[in-house]
T-cell receptor
Framework: GAVVSQHPSWVICKSGTSVKIECRSLDFQATTMFWYRQFPKQSLMLMATSNEGSKATYEQGVEKDKFLINHASLTLSTLTVTSAHPEDSSFYIC????????????FGPGTRLTVL | AQKVTQAQTEISVVEKEDVTLDCVYETRDTTYYLFWYKQPPSGELVFLIRRNSFDEQNEISGRYSWNFQKSTSSFNFTITASQVVDSAVYFCALRGLYGGSQGNLIFGKGTKLSVKP
């Protein structure tokens, strides 16, 4: 099956610092990657969609200057939370697909970010 | 507009009981895809099934079965002879070709299943 990895699995940082989260598709080339955010006991909220080699498309209400997304290759996308604040503490999950609408999204294990 | 409703917030059963998780969806697309994902306490979403709108045949995979009823816009998930390892949050999701947010996955709020020994 398709495997997606995320690194780190958890991170604790001080307020004001930036944190980078990596998402990799290990056994397939992901034309499209997605970044989600999940608060405790809630569903997944799509933050942005990124296609390899182009700018990410952000969902309404998501600050693109705060959540920088780079999809530099077909197997790697990164999410950088800039100048993190405690309210950014959350579970961030990425997913990857081949890019066709019919394709299944395969999810990474998630990254738990805690901002002190 | 696209929407997925999982009316059951939490379900608790005793091991070996059968349990059905409900999913009702709304979409204007004629072609769409439905998914079920499992999220165990570890957090990782595990893909369980994908079904396209033209295939109403029910599917069985081991103890799991899915009932797709287009007439009622439902895609219910049944676990037979539940086990403790089935304890997780289960998400139903919809992806249209043309509707919603660029054809992205629309998730329900999830149903937390607790299977007690």
């Amino acid at each position: 099956g398709a495997v997606v990895s995320q690194h780190p699995s958890w991170v604790i940082c001080k307020s004001g610092t930036s944190v980078k989260i990596e998402c990799r598709s290990l056994d397939f080339q992901a034309t499209t990657m997605f970044w989600y955010r999940q608060f405790p006991k809630q569903s997944l909220m799509l933050m942005a969609t990124s296609n390899e080699g182009s700018k990410a498309t952000y969902e309404q209400g998501v600050e693109k200057d705060k959540f920088l997304i780079n999809h530099a290759s077909l197997t790697l996308s990164t999410l950088t939370v800039t100048s993190a604040h405690p309210e950014d503490s959350s579970f961030y999950i990425c997913s990857a697909s081949l890019g066709l609408s019919k394709d299944t999204q395969y999810f990474g294990p998630g990254t738990r970010l805690t901002v002190l | 507009a696209q929407k997925v409703t999982q009316a059951q917030t939490e379900i608790s059963v005793v091991e070996k009981e059968d349990v059905t998780l409900d999913c009702v969806y709304e979409t204007r697309d004629t072609t769409y895809y439905l998914f079920w994902y499992k999220q165990p306490p570890s957090g990782e979403l595990v893909f369980l099934i994908r079904r396209n709108s033209f295939d109403e045949q029910n599917e069985i995979s081991g103890r799991y079965s899915w009932n797709f009823q287009k007439s009622t816009s439902s895609f219910n998930f049944t676990i037979t002879a539940s086990q403790v390892v089935d304890s997780a949050v289960y998400f139903c999701a919809l992806r249209g070709l043309y509707g919603g947010s660029q054809g992205n996955l629309i998730f329900g709020k999830g149903t937390k299943l607790s299977v007690k020994p």
